[in-house]
């Protein structure tokens, strides 16, 4: 495999990773409907009182809005409040120094779209991991991925990752809890274990 199409993740979890792991060149499709209650705006970090949901507020939030035209809703106070639950979540752990400024220039940056936003943290993400791949956008509706492995609306957030072959949770050591919390956002990983980040997406996929 060397080409995946999929939908836009919001910091997507470490399933996602794994399952595009092997590919050369990441398609990013931007001209679907926007899916409500899906990983397109939200993602899940563990925190203090266990599982937290990060959501992206937008300005319409119907199912008949075409991706690349929905808008982030700038009225509501979403990134210093999600700044703040990332910061009391993770500012102990071992990497959070070393990240996190990277990841607050992104947050905080004027983006109107949520698949601008989405499309930086995931190079983000891609550079956190030294993956090397070409990041594209679709132009128009991919009706047909002949020469692609679709992704589009497979790795929902309804539906547990046990139901997919892409991820098998390996452990490691989270800032809270004794109990491993399994397909974090791929922050999770990285604030805990740094450059060891991209062995353990290998260990923990399904997909080689």
């Known amino acids: 495999m060397t080409r995946v199409l999929v939908e836009t ?3 997507p979890s470490l399933e996602f990773f794994c399952a595009i792991q092997n590919a050369e060149e990441i398609q990013v499709e931007a001209c679907e409907h926007f899916v409500k209650q899906s990983y397109r705006n939200h993602t899940f970090i563990n925190a203090a009182n266990g599982t937290e949901k990060l959501t992206v507020p937008l300005t319409a939030k119907g199912n008949r809005v075409v991706m690349k035209d929905v808008k982030i ?3 509501q106070n979403w990134k210093n409040n999600q700044w703040r639950t990332l910061e009391s979540a ?3 752990s071992p990497f959070y ?7 607050n220039k992104i947050l905080y ?5 949520l698949l601008d936003l ?3 943290l995931l190079s983000l993400c891609l550079n956190w991991l030294h993956w090397r791949k070409e990041l594209t956008v679709t132009q128009s509706y991919q009706g047909g991925a002949n ?9 929902l957030s309804k539906k547990s990752y046990s139901t997919r072959e892409f991820y098998r949770p390996v452990g490691y050591t989270q800032v ?5 919390v399994e397909n974090l956002s791929l922050i999770d990983l990285v604030f805990c274990k740094g450059p060891e980040a991209g062995n353990i997406l290998h260990n923990s996929s399904l997909n080689l």
Do not use: M
Request: glycine share 6%; net charge negative.
């Open 9 to 11: 993740h919001y910091l």
């Open 73 to 75: 809703d700038h009225s």
């Open 90 to 92: 993770y500012r102990k």
């Open 97 to 103: 120094e070393h990240y996190a400024g990277d990841l």
């Open 109 to 113: 940056s004027p983006n109107t779209y």
């Open 118 to 120: 989405n499309i930086q």
């Open 147 to 155: 020469d692609f492995l679709d992704l589009r609306n497979v790795l």
């Open 176 to 180: 809270f809890g004794n109990t491993f």
